[in-house]
């Protein structure tokens, strides 16, 4: 995200291969981006890269993507 505006992403593409791991919701509810992905990817040169999941390209190993329901807290009065 933009320093100065923190709902402006910043979409940045890399071509090495990485390690993925990452956490999301999915919010059928909301048409432009129903499934919003925090993901951090570990590259060469102990490196980590995080930020929102836009795309990925699948080429050598798996991904794994595991759902569950979670019940949101009552809110305070």
């Given at each position: ?37 925090h ?22 190993f ?16």
């Amino acid at each position: 995200m933009a320093a100065d505006d923190v709902l402006k992403d910043i979409e940045t593409t890399y071509s090495q291969p990485g390690e993925l791991t990452g956490t999301g919701e999915w919010r059928p509810t909301i048409e432009v981006a129903p499934l919003h992905l925090h993901v951090t990817c570990g590259i060469e040169g102990d490196v980590a890269v995080a930020g929102h999941l836009h795309a990925a390209h699948i080429e050598t190993f798996f991904v794994h993507a595991y759902v569950t329901e979670v019940e949101r807290a009552p809110e305070a009065p």
